[in-house]
Structure formats: C-alpha cells, structure tokens
C-alpha cells in the first residue's frame, strides 16, 4: 500500500474507534438515564400507601373491590405492575401493567432463599417477565401480615428508545466515517504533492538532467526542510559530476599534451639512431651534432619525466621534507642564478628582513626559479624583473614581476594548467613544455598555500607565491 493509503486508512480506523467508543458511552449512558428515572420512579410508587389488603378467604384475585387506589377503572394503560407476595413465596394478589383488556406478563419473582430476593428487597433490581418477553425494574417492601409489596416498571420503552438510538448512531458513524475517508485522502494527498514533485525531479535527474530542484513552499514545515535538503544534496551532487567531468576533461587534455610533447623529442632520438644504424652519419661533424641533438632531445624528455613525477607525487599528497626555509635567501640565489643565465638582464629583490617558513627547501627553491624562468621566457631580452619578499597577515609572499606583454584575461585563469600555453600554436619558442607554472601552483598548495596572478596586456604580470609563515605551523601534507 502507499503512504496516501496507509494514512487515509489510519485515519479511518481511529475515527471508527472514536466513533464506536463514543456511541457506546452515548447509548450506554442514555439506557442507563432512562433506567435511572423508572427506579426513581418505582420508589416513589413504593412510598405510597399500598394497596388494600384482601381479607383472609375473602374475595378472589382481580375482584373490583380489591383494586389498589392508583387503578384507573376507565381502561387507562398502566405502566407499572404490583404484586402481593405471601411468606411462603406465593403471590396473593396482582395488578399487571398495561391496558385492562391487554396486560403485559407479570414479572418473575425470584425465590425467598435467592440471592435475588435480598438484592430485590434491600433496592431495585431488573427481572424476566414470566414469558421472557420482556424485562421489568422491580422493588419490593415489606407491609403489615408479612406479606410482601413489590412495584415493577417495564423496560420495553427504554429498551425500544435504545435501539432507535443506536441506529441513529450507526447511520451517524458510517456518514462520520466516510466524510472523514474522503477528507482525509485530499488533504493526505495535497499534503504529500511535495512527496510526488520530489519523486517526479528524482526521475528528471535520473534521466540526466542534474539542474533539476524540488520546488517547496514554506521551509518550517517537515517536507519543507526536505525538499531543502533535498535540494542542498542534488547541488553538491551536479558540483560532484560537474568536478568529475572536468577532472576527466583535464586527464584526457593532460594525456594528449604529454604524448604532444613526448613525441618530438622520441621521434628525434629515434631518427638519429635509425640514421647512425644505416650509416648515413659518419664520423666526425656530422655525428658529433648528432650524438649532442641525441644527447639534448634525451635530457628534455628526462626534464619533462621529472617534472610529471613531481606533480604525481604532489597529487597524491606525499609528505614534505621539513626544515626551517628562508624565503628571502630562496629568492637571492634564484636571482643569481638567473643573473648567471641571463646576464644581460637587470633583476632586483626587495626584502626588509629574513621572511622564514616551514617547508621542503628543494620544492620551494624550484617554485620560485620556475616564476623567475616564466618572466625569462615569456618577456623580451633584457625587460627588468622586481622581486619582493615580504611577511603579512601571516603569511610570505614572493611576488615575481615582470614588464612583458601580460596576459589576457582569457588566460589569466589556465596559466596554472598542465601543459597550457598562451601560444594556440603550441610552439617552444614561447615558452618550454607548459608544467613550470603548475609545479609552482602544486608547491604552494601542498604548503598550504596559493599563488595569486595579476596581469593586464600590456603592461607585465606579476606572480605571487604566497606560503604560511613559520609561526602559522607545517605544510598541509607534511
């Protein structure tokens, strides 16, 4: 069964208790009222002078001259009955209730040595007519010669104004019941079209359409903090494909750049050793620019393999080396070395002070010259190079800028990628294999850190590798 069924039968089953329970004590208490009144009703009788008592062998029973005083000799119906019982249990004298002409049966009296008869004597009790057609109230009291008076009212009005009640009751029920079924299934049903939007989006996003929310009203109630939640999970789910999506894209870009830059230097190596094992180098000049293009295509390729490595062991979040690192010495020996590179080149480094971090001194040595080679590369010979070092909020920052062509803000946002390069033509002219930026990017995240780019064409770019410093604690992978 559904839901909608099972809590529009729930619904039916406690009103069909409620109402049974509240029938019961309804006729219950209205038998037990009109009962109430004919015993009030019968003490009265019983209070009142009784009857005349017929004399010893006098006049036969029903004789006009032994009627009680309360008889109306016109025919009257009477709605109680007397009776005169003797010590020994007979009964002497009675007046049956009913018309004269039509009596109702005289009710049963109950054995002196019954347990009946002391309850019948000392209040009132409820006994069987003679023919069992019906049943009386009855009491009794005690009066002069020891004889016993004993008054007794039908309880067939009572018992037909209970029935006539009772089915009033079971027609009221039944409306009661199927009002409420049918109320209570629209408002179960427009209560749970939350339920069923949710089901119907479910479908739509397993179909493929992650976009899709649940739409709700009014947050405070229970579905509404679903379908909220509800929502807050599909959001983080799209953001999961979405992620998975792009990590794939990235794999297959990353996958075909690497074969990109792979197969030049493969295809050179193997082309000389092909020619020198033909013979079509022989010895001297010729096989000597063959072995040093050999011997140069080898150690970019080993480069290249370093530097994937690198990132491969940066990616699965290999600890550090620790060790205390100054970043202003760092910056002083890239600029040197730059300076031995390119002499040609004016290169300054800012710094008020020792700027110290903890960290891997060989990664953070090879981020900061890969920021420096980047500004090499990518501005023309001779264009000046600031290096800054400074300590704020925490952290040291080495800003690298340079006073090239910038970059554009197409770009500004892929410089960090694997392999990306400004240049759609893929040309090593305009830089090397695409990873320096990346490594640079990986060092400062696997510190715990970022690098920060701010660039316009035209007018340079500044790079900023920004790690915690010493007192902020050690790298997150360490």
């Known amino acids: 069964m559904t839901i909608k069924a099972r809590l529009a039968l729930a619904v039916v089953a406690l009103l069909a208790v409620a109402t049974a329970v509240l ?32 004399p010893v062998g006098g006049t036969p029973r029903g004789a006009p001259g032994n009627l009680p005083d309360n008889t109306d000799e016109q025919g009257t119906y009477r709605d109680t009955a007397e009776l005169l019982v003797a010590s020994d249990g007979d009964t002497v004298f009675d007046l049956p209730a009913g018309f004269p002409g039509d009596p109702e049966p005289l009710p049963e009296i109950p054995s002196r040595d019954s347990p009946d008869w002391a309850d019948l004597i000392d209040g009132t009790v409820t006994l069987p007519a003679t023919d069992g057609s019906l049943e009386y109230r009855a009491t ?58 949710m089901i119907d989006t479910a479908g739509e996003i397993a179909a493929g359409d992650l976009s899709r929310r649940v739409e709700h009203a009014d947050e405070e109630t229970e579905l509404g903090r679903l379908a909220r939640a509800v929502n807050e999970m599909l959001g983080r789910l799209e953001e999961a494909f979405d992620a998975r999506e792009a990590s794939q894209a990235r794999l297959k870009r990353f996958v075909a750049d690497a074969s990109h830059e792979l197969r030049t230097p493969v295809a050179a190596i193997r082309g000389y050793a092909e020619l020198y094992r033909k013979g079509g180098l022989p010895q001297g000049d010729s096989l000597d620019r063959a072995m040093g293009r050999i011997e140069a295509e080898s150690e970019r390729v080993g480069k290249l393999v370093e530097d ?14 620790q060790g205390e690192v100054d970043m202003v010495r760092i910056a002083r020996d890239a600029v040197e070395d730059m300076g031995a590179i390119d002499p040609d080149r004016p ?32 501005t023309p010979a001779g264009s000046p190079v600031e ?34 390069r400004t240049d759609p033509s893929r040309s090593r002219e305009a830089g090397g294999t695409g990873l320096g930026l990346a490594i640079v990017a990986a060092v400062a995240e696997a510190h715990g850190g970022r690098v920060e780019l701010d660039s316009e064409p035209g007018k340079g770019a500044t790079f900023t590798l920004l790690v915690p410093g010493k007192s902020q604690g050690s790298p997150r992978f360490a």
């Not at 009005?157 to 029935?163: G, I, K, L, R």
């Not at 994937?308 to 080396?321: K, V």
């Not at 480094?349 to 010259?369: F, S, T």
């Not at 800054?388 to 946002?413: F, K, L, N, Q, T």
């Open 23 to 54: 029938a019961t004590v309804a006729v219950t208490s209205a038998r037990d009222s009109m009962v109430d009144q004919i015993d009030d009703r019968l003490q009265e009788i019983a209070r009142r002078p009784p009857m005349p008592i017929p």
């Open 140 to 197: 009794a009291t005690p009066i002069e010669n020891g004889l016993i008076r004993v008054v007794a009212g039908s309880l067939a009005d009572v018992e037909d104004a209970t029935s006539r009640l009772l089915l009033i009751v079971l027609i009221t029920a039944a409306a009661v019941l199927a009002a409420g079924g049918v109320a209570s299934w629209l408002v179960i049903r427009r209560g749970l079209r939350p339920v069923d939007r």
């Open 308 to 321: 994937l490595l690198l990132l491969a062991r940066l990616d699965q979040q290999q600890p550090l080396e």
């Open 347 to 378: 290169v300054v480094v800012e710094a008020d002070g020792p700027a110290l971090v903890n960290g891997d001194d060989a990664k953070l040595r090879q981020a900061v010259g890969n920021l420096l080679a980047n500004a090499r590369a990518h």
């Open 387 to 420: 290096v800054r070092v400074a300590e704020c909020d925490g952290e040291v920052a080495v800003s690298v800028a340079d006073h090239g062509p910038g970059i554009g803000a197409a770009d500004v946002e892929r410089v960090f990628e694997r392999f990306y």
